[in-house]
T-cell receptor, first 113, second 109 residues
Framework: IAGITQAPTSQILAAGRRMTLRCTQD?????MYWYRQDLGLGLRLIHY???????GKGEVPDGYSVSRANTDDFPLTLASAVPSQTSVYFC????????????FGPGTRLTVL | GQNIDQPTEMTATEGAIVQINCTYQ??????LFWYQQHAGEAPTFLSY??LDGLEEKGRFSSFLSRSKGYSYLLLKELQMKDSASYLC??????????WGAGTKLIIKP
């Protein structure tokens, strides 16, 4: 693994189903982030984690949950998917503080029907 | 509220210079980022400005005026591979990035 990876690459999901998007980084970065990107809108922060064991809510956290059991992994869970959660999801990480460069994973394209 | 404004789309000619503007209104300010995003790919870092002035990095330069809430990204000697979206993002008082919708830059031969 080099950098930051996400899985799956894309997914079609029935409404009401539970789904976990995976994110793993091998850069030993302290901070990790989940964004969604929708056409015509900027990236919007869903949840973040400044260090392993801590998480925080971003701009659009409703319907999503995260955990940070260790430094490398930061999964995002949709407990009961709804069509408005159709989006491209990007995971990102940064070394330490918010002024550090964020490195993005390749994204997961999620469609909820 | 918090707001980042940048043009939706711009067109330029290969070999030319283009300036992409960004104005921001955020609660607090801790710096301004520019990222590049090719279609279907992840954003990649271009620049970070926290002090007023111009910072040059090869063909790309970024300018910041904190008093005006204004930044621009200057791309020189445009190449076809520069066709991408350019994202402006302001770091607010909570150290969270507030992102603009991006400017799609189309380069014509």
């Amino acid at each position: 693994i080099a950098g930051i990876t996400q899985a799956p690459t894309s997914q079609i999901l029935a409404a009401g189903r539970r789904m976990t998007l995976r994110c793993t980084q091998d850069m030993r970065h302290n901070a990790m982030y989940w964004y969604r990107q929708d056409l015509g809108l900027g990236l919007r922060l869903i949840h973040y984690s400044n260090t392993a064991g801590t998480t925080g809510k971003g701009e659009v956290p409703d319907g999503y949950s995260v955990s940070r059991a260790n430094t490398d992994d930061f999964p995002l869970t949709l407990a009961s998917a709804v069509p408005s959660q159709t989006s491209v999801y990007f995971c990102a990480s940064s070394d330490s503080t918010a002024t550090d460069t964020q490195y993005f994973g390749p994204g997961t394209r999620l469609t909820v029907l | 509220g918090q707001n980042i404004d940048q043009p939706t789309e711009m067109t330029a000619t290969e070999g030319a210079i283009v300036q992409i503007n960004c104005t921001y209104q955020t609660s607090g300010f801790n710096g301004l980022f520019w990222y590049q995003q090719h279609a279907g790919e992840a954003p990649t870092f271009l620049s970070y400005n926290v002090l007023d002035g111009l910072e040059e990095k090869g063909r790309f330069s970024s300018f910041l005026s904190r008093s005006k809430g204004y930044s621009y990204l200057l791309l020189k000697e445009l190449q076809m591979k520069d066709s991408a979206s350019y994202l402006c993002a302001s770091l607010d008082s909570n150290y969270q990035l507030i992102w603009g919708a991006g400017t799609k830059l189309i380069i014509k031969p």
